[in-house]
Nanobody, 120 residues
Framework: QVQLVESGGGLVQPGGSLRLSCAAS????????MGWYRQTPGNQRELVAT???????THAYSVRGRFTISRDNAKNTVYLQMNSLKPEDTAVYSC??????????????WGQGTQVTVSS
């Protein structure tokens, strides 16, 4: 089993910054793609950004130039640096990881989510 634990959410004023972290632990052999998603009540989960094991990234158009995804493979951790935050960025942010486990299986895991609220 593998666990993903997010941290770094909270309340921030418009124009402010937050850095989210998501650490994976457990029976990990290798982590392939990792990503951040967000969801607001009544809406579908939205892809925010992804990063491959080699560091190739994609960012949703709505966050491009403001958010940056990165990862530390040695720590099995993915980050989301969020700058110039807007009220419409308010959501529950969840991380996702495609994990090759020590038992040879490959599974997809989700974190529990962390609330980000952008408000004055």
């Amino acid at each position: 089993q593998v666990q993903l634990v997010e941290s770094g959410g909270g309340l921030v004023q418009p124009g402010g910054s937050l850095r989210l972290s998501c650490a994976a632990s457990g029976s990990i052999f290798s982590i392939y793609g990792m990503g951040w998603y967000r969801q607001t009540p009544g809406n579908q989960r939205e892809l925010v950004a992804t990063i491959t094991s080699g560091g190739r990234t994609t960012h949703a158009y709505s966050v491009r130039g403001r958010f940056t995804i990165s990862r530390d493979n040695a720590k099995n951790t993915v980050y989301l640096q969020m700058n110039s935050l807007k009220p419409e960025d308010t959501a529950v942010y969840s991380c996702n990881a495609d994990v090759g486990e020590s038992n040879g299986l490959r599974k997809n895991y989700w974190g529990q989510g962390t609330q980000v609220t952008v408000s004055s």
